[in-house]
């Protein structure tokens, strides 16, 4: 049984690879088409070398989690990092230990793509993304304000 279950994933995986391929370039080329301040995230020289299911960007000027949140009300499912890390307030250690400033690695996001991926999920992401990320743009310049406003009341 085990042996034909692994032979049904793997039997159309060249096939499927290439779909997600396609869905994650459509959605990096219409991402940093909305946002041409986006920062595609991972190896450098082509998508050919990116796994087929996986699109990370980072947002300048935004916390990931605001921006998390607002697509998720949007019905859009993203993730500020690995399961393994869920919960925990600090920058990617991976993107950190690729060099990646830690202001920007607080704005990234990763978007997955699997089997049940389609270009409606793609078109959805690309709908909901201006006015999310406008806003999560907003709020992260009232906290810089907030946080400014403290300092000089402070005498920082």
Do not use: Y
Request: contains cysteine; proline residues 5%; charged residues 20%.
């Amino acid at each position: 049984g085990f042996a034909a279950a692994v032979d049904h994933v793997l039997g159309d995986l060249p096939e499927q690879s290439a779909r997600m391929a396609g869905l994650r370039d459509t959605l990096l080329a219409g991402v940093v088409a909305l946002a041409p301040d986006a920062i595609v995230n991972g190896a450098r020289g082509g998508t050919d070398i990116r796994l087929p299911g996986n699109a990370h960007l980072s947002f300048p000027g935004c916390e990931s989690d605001a921006l998390l949140m607002l697509l998720d009300a949007a019905g859009v499912e993203a993730s500020t990092g690995s399961a393994c890390t869920a919960g925990v307030p600090e920058p990617s250690h991976v993107l950190l230990a690729m060099g990646v400033d830690p202001v920007v690695a607080r704005s990234s996001l990763r978007f997955s793509l699997g089997r049940s991926s389609t270009s409606d999920d793609v078109d959805a992401l690309l709908a909901a993304m201006p006015a999310a990320l406008a806003r999560a743009r907003r709020a992260g310049q009232v906290r810089v304000s907030a946080q400014m406003a403290a300092a000089v009341r402070d005498g920082a």
